[in-house]
């Protein structure tokens, strides 16, 4: 009787693009609970299949598995009035939203590119179910030829999950400012820490464990500051702050609006935001 597949090493990874793991750690290790937030079978398989010290990420949080969530339904409710566009998923990861998207059957006539570094779209390909809407593109979000690949013709919808924190910030805007431009009618999200926690990882002051402390997150934005954004960079028409959806415990309690109304907790909150691409 054979044996169980080999694990594949995660060591792979490394730099920034190692923070894929600690966010499926932490998604995965919500998905397999009984009274979990997520259900996300292949975050597990994934999980299961890499070999890594997992451990030095600390303990697993909900955030990142509510994070997921957000983005699921603001891609769920574009693609709900578009549904043939094209979803683009910049340094995408081991993230698995489009198998928890197709549980609806939104991802039947869209297609789905995987934009990461080659090390990262490798790993997805060894690990993941091949699929024909997907089109994996193994280069750096920065490099601007995906935007040649990408079908615009029916919508584009682009996600930046844990992304652009980790950009200089005029760097990140600079993203912004071409995607807007390229992809007039469509949409982007994206997530962001607060100025307070961007200046203590740049610092290297934010430790997970005594084994790890996060790479530098240069570019942080208030909500208020986020949703700015509409005025500031040319072809955003809008710009929407998202709140996620509500936890577990603690989770539930910081879901409710009523901190919003104090200012300073508004202020040091992370938040995510949905820009929309004007004609």
């Not at 609970?33 to 999980?47: E, H, K, N």
């Not at 699921?72 to 979803?87: F, G, I, M, N």
């Not at 982007?188 to 002051?205: A, C, E, H, I, N």
């Amino acid at each position: 009787m054979a044996g169980p597949a080999p694990r594949i090493d995660g060591k792979v990874l490394e730099g920034v693009s190692a923070t894929a793991l600690w966010t499926l750690y932490y998604r995965a290790s919500e998905a397999k609970r009984s009274d979990g937030v997520i259900r996300d079978p292949w975050a597990v398989t994934l999980f299961d299949s890499i070999d890594y010290d997992y451990g030095k990420f600390g303990k697993p949080k909900q955030a990142h598995a509510l994070r997921a969530i957000a983005f699921d339904t603001a891609t769920r409710e574009y693609l709900a009035e578009h549904p043939k566009a094209s979803v683009v998923a910049l340094a995408e990861g081991l993230q698995t939203s489009f198998w928890r998207l197709q549980r609806h059957g939104l991802t039947d006539e869209s297609t789905w590119y995987s934009v990461d570094l080659p090390p990262v779209i490798a790993l997805r390909e060894k690990l993941l179910p091949h699929d024909d809407r997907i089109v994996p593109l193994a280069q750096s979000a920065l490099d601007r030829s995906w935007m040649d690949r990408v079908d615009a013709s029916n919508g584009v919808f682009i996600t930046t999950e844990g992304l652009l924190m980790y950009l200089e910030p005029d760097v990140a805007l600079g993203l912004i400012r071409d995607c807007a431009e390229r992809f007039p009618g469509g949409r982007l999200m994206f997530d962001s820490v607060p100025p307070w926690f961007s200046r203590r990882t740049v610092r290297g002051k934010l430790k997970l464990s005594d084994r790890y402390v996060t790479p530098p997150m240069p570019f942080g934005l208030s909500p208020d500051e986020a949703v700015e954004l509409a005025g500031r960079i040319p072809g955003v028409r809008a710009a929407h702050d998202v709140a996620l959806p509500a936890g577990r415990g603690l989770y539930k309690v910081l879901a409710s609006p009523a901190w919003d109304r104090v200012g300073f907790l508004r202020h040091g909150r992370p938040s995510h935001t949905l820009l929309e691409f004007g004609r």
